[in-house]
């Protein structure tokens, strides 16, 4: 239950520079007089505008500031709830907006809109046409219950049982829909993006098991032939191996009979050689009587003697020479018959040479394929074990993304199942439901204690049904301002008690502007004092009239306003 406990405001409305208190506990009735002008109301709209930030009669906002001192203006406004102390102070010039939990300012880290929406919500529990309806009632812009639309009866209704948060569920529900909507097209979106993957890496992975198998199997047929072309010129080797293997046979004979005229060539030319000084010596002795170095005569027996022998030396040279001549001719005769050998191996060698190159550059090129061969192996297994990896991973992302959008389904269905039940005709209607016959109890209780004989019945889409005895329905319309007002009381004691029943919306204050200035005839004010007479202690009510004199004495404390000075004061 809110106690409400003080109220305090300065510069609001008429109001003055000094604050304005009004004790809100203690006294369970209080009369409030004053003429007109005086600030008897200005306790409507301060309560008002310092729980829910908008005056209670139809005052823009700038014209609650106190025109005289232009500024300044603040209200404050202390209650109790479930064992805490609160504070609210709000002001203009400056903007001034707090909430205070024993003593201690609440943290202020959104903007004011939503403070107001925790203080609704999260505090006073209670909406301003909720208060309005059940705490607060003015002749001047008060609009009774049964002149609300069904809409905003249910409204009211579903605020003082404590079943708007079923709404609030209704529409935080709806904005999940929505977004459970949108996850479901996203994660469907993205589960059949992920089954195109798989089924691409699949193909991927096939390709991938098939992959450089071509080029393998060129590579092989290329290795075969080559292999093959290898293993042939390698038989060429072999055979012009054995070919100059037999060749070098005859060589070596060719090459002792090229040494044997070489040797004899020598010898020849040393014979030649030495033929040609005893020659040389012949010729002088037979030219020259007198030695040319010592100008002697050469003794002719001397001179007779060498030329003899010089001459038999001559002849045995040139028999030798021509016996070596004879021997080269021969050995050159050999030599000519062999000498096509030399061609022969030249040819064979050149051949050789050629085949060595052309094998190393074959055994080169084998070795190239081969490796590459097992580079393109190596890489197709790789590739292979990486997009196996691959296609794994996909298949878990789409395992999780097809778990995910299942468990969105899931959501989705229970979503719907939870709408059903938090539209206005499910859950919210049964609970109204049960607590129609209570409030239409209470209602017709309180229409009797005032005298009011008629049934009175609301419905579950709360149209209401007003019988007499032994007459025809009537509706709210038909009846004289006096009975439609005993209704409307009738209807707000009947909400304040459901509401303290339901600890909702339940609160200590109750305040009424001018009622009995209206429509109440004596009776009728004498009964509503009996009314008042039975509710609980802990209420407290507050009668705003300009009756004072002819009711004064059946109220336990009167507060009476006047204006001094042009400011509203408390006298």
């Known amino acids: 239950m809110i106690t409400f406990e003080t109220l305090r405001y300065k510069n609001f409305l008429s109001a003055g520079n000094t604050f304005t208190t009004i004790p809100l506990s203690g006294n369970k009735t209080n009369l409030i007089v004053g003429k007109n002008g005086s600030g008897k109301s200005t306790i409507l709209d301060a309560i008002t505008y310092g729980l829910f930030n908008k005056p209670f009669r139809k005052i823009n906002k700038p014209q609650l500031v106190n025109t005289v001192n232009n500024g300044d203006c603040m209200v404050e406004i202390e209650f109790s709830?479930?064992?805490?102390?609160?504070?609210?102070?709000?002001?203009?010039?400056?903007?001034?907006?707090?909430?205070?939990?024993?003593?201690?300012?609440?943290?202020?880290?959104?903007?004011?809109?939503?403070?107001?929406?925790?203080?609704?919500?999260?505090?006073?529990?209670?909406?301003?046409?909720?208060?309005?309806?059940?705490?607060?009632?003015?002749?001047?812009?008060?609009?009774?219950?049964?002149?609300?639309?069904?809409?905003?009866?249910?409204?009211?209704?579903?605020?003082?049982?404590?079943?708007?948060?079923?709404?609030?569920?209704?529409?935080?529900?709806?904005?999940?829909?929505?977004?459970?909507?949108?996850?479901?097209?996203?994660?469907?979106?993205?589960?059949?993006?992920?089954?195109?993957?798989?089924r691409m890496a699949d193909h991927l992975l096939s390709s991938s098991e098939k992959s450089n198998d071509t080029k393998i199997n060129d590579n092989n047929i290329a290795l075969d032939k080559k292999r093959l072309l290898l293993a042939e010129w390698n038989q060429d080797m072999w055979t012009l191996s054995s070919d100059i293997s037999t060749i070098i046979i005859n060589d070596q004979i060719i090459q002792k009979t090229k040494a044997k005229i070489r040797e004899v060539e020598t010898l020849h030319t040393t014979l030649s050689t030495k033929h040609k000084s005893l020659y040389k010596e012949v010729e002088f002795l037979n030219s020259n009587d007198n030695c040319p170095t010592c100008k002697q005569e050469i003794d002719e027996e001397f001179k007779s003697t060498n030329l003899s022998d010089k001459s038999v030396k001559i002849a045995k040279y040139v028999e030798a020479m021509a016996d070596l001549s004879e021997k080269i001719s021969h050995y050159k005769n050999d030599l000519a018959g062999h000498m096509e050998l030399v061609d022969e191996i030249d040819l064979i060698n050149t051949k050789i040479r050629k085949l060595e190159v052309d094998i190393e550059y074959l055994t080169k090129d084998i070795e190239r394929i081969s490796e590459d061969n097992i580079k393109l192996t190596e890489e197709k297994q790789n590739n292979i074990k990486k997009n196996k990896e691959d296609y794994s991973a996909l298949v878990g992302d789409h395992l999780k993304l097809t778990d995910e959008r299942d468990t969105l389904l899931e959501n989705q269905h229970q979503h719907s199942i939870?709408?059903?039940?938090?539209?206005?005709?499910?859950?919210?209607?049964?609970?109204?439901?049960?607590?129609?016959?209570?409030?239409?109890?209470?209602?017709?209780?309180?229409?009797?204690?005032m005298d009011f004989y008629v049934s009175y019945t609301l419905d579950e889409n709360f149209s209401e049904v007003i019988k007499q005895a032994n007459k025809e329905s009537f509706t709210y319309a038909s009846f004289s301002e006096g009975e439609k007002l005993r209704i409307d009381l009738a209807i707000l004691f009947a909400?304040?008690?459901?509401?303290?029943?339901?600890?909702?919306?339940?609160?200590?204050?109750?305040?009424?502007?001018?009622?009995?200035?209206?429509?109440?005839?004596?009776?009728g004010i004498d009964d509503f004092i009996g009314i008042l007479d039975t509710i609980s202690e802990n209420t407290n009510v507050f009668i705003i009239s300009h009756r004072g004199d002819q009711v004064a004495d059946k109220f336990q404390n009167t507060l009476k306003f006047a204006k001094l000075n042009g400011f509203s004061k408390l006298v």
């Open 418 to 449: 939870a709408a059903i039940l938090l539209k206005d005709d499910g859950i919210k209607t049964k609970i109204i439901k049960h607590y129609l016959p209570a409030m239409n109890k209470l209602i017709n209780k309180y229409l009797h204690l």
């Open 495 to 523: 909400w304040r008690e459901i509401a303290k029943s339901k600890n909702s919306t339940n609160t200590n204050l109750l305040i009424l502007d001018e009622i009995f200035d209206s429509s109440l005839d004596g009776n």
């Open 81 to 198: 709830l479930n064992n805490k102390k609160y504070k609210i102070a709000r002001g203009i010039k400056p903007n001034i907006f707090e909430i205070y939990e024993n003593g201690k300012m609440l943290h202020q880290d959104a903007a004011i809109k939503d403070y107001q929406q925790y203080l609704e919500e999260n505090i006073l529990r209670m909406t301003y046409k909720a208060f309005c309806q059940i705490v607060v009632i003015g002749n001047a812009t008060y609009q009774p219950f049964m002149k609300l639309n069904p809409v905003e009866r249910r409204a009211i209704v579903e605020n003082f049982l404590d079943i708007d948060v079923f709404t609030k569920m209704n529409g935080l529900l709806k904005s999940r829909i929505t977004e459970t909507k949108e996850q479901i097209n996203g994660t469907s979106y993205k589960v059949d993006l992920s089954k195109e993957k798989i």
